[in-house]
């Protein structure tokens, strides 16, 4: 099998053609694509995919911790690939939602004994470029 189908199996995923085509697209596309884009993309190579199945199958990667929602734009539901800490910068100008490596774990609360299952970090302003042209 594949690599992306190893991966889902390493989430307790079913490895389904149309599950490693989505997958695959997250790992390739650091874009943070919505559901609505990758159905755009995939159905020209899977005529038989349905908005549907794009929906349920992002839900389901989520679900199992094979890809991160991101909530920073607020009309679009946004998913991520690169599950590994990290926070998520958004353009104001351009739109573009920017991958920003940073320690989060200096950021969790040191005395809670709860169980902190997602974590998520937002910064917004202008990206390199658009603060270029000013
Ligand atoms: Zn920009
Ligand atoms: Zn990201």
Known sequence: MDTTGQYLLGFGIRPSFQRIAIMRYLNHNRTHPTADEIFEVLRKQIPTLSKTTVYNTLK???EHGAATYIGIDEKNARFDGHTA???HFRCKSCGEIIDLEMDIEKFLPKN???KIEDV???LKGTCENCNKRG
Do not use: D
């Open 60 to 62: 389901l990667f989520v």
């Open 85 to 87: 800490p990290h926070a």
């Open 112 to 114: 809670f004994r709860g």
């Open 120 to 122: 998520q970090f937002y």
